[in-house]
């Protein structure tokens, strides 16, 4: 069983909640661990391995992204958008504005 480290991009920590955050981490871990059929990768110009599941927060059903490095995974964006190619495009824009931070 894989064993990973999880940080949280700060602005999805100023939207969250605490117990928010912890579900969102409980439901990516899981998945990542038991190399659920769910992760997708997200196509990106950058050289990161990005992607991205669907995931229930509150009863409402949204996409989180997150990057992988070894055995960090950093969730670093989350969309109510469901299209996959639509969530894409949101999580590229963000990848490319975070980048020239």
Do not use: G, N, W
Not at 60 to 73: D, G, I
Not at 74 to 85: M, N, V
């Amino acid at each position: 069983m894989k064993k990973y480290h999880f940080q949280v991009a700060p602005e999805l920590q100023e939207k969250l909640t605490a117990v928010e955050l912890e579900t969102l981490k409980k439901q990516v871990k899981e998945h990542l661990e038991h190399d659920f059929f769910r992760i997708k990768p997200i196509k990106t110009s950058l050289k990161i391995k990005c992607y991205e599941q669907k995931v229930h927060l509150a009863k409402q059903t949204y996409r989180v992204a997150f990057l992988v490095t070894a055995k960090e995974v950093e969730l670093c964006y989350l969309s109510s958008s469901l299209i996959k190619r639509v969530f894409d495009k949101e999580v590229q824009k963000y990848l490319r504005k975070r980048q020239k931070r």
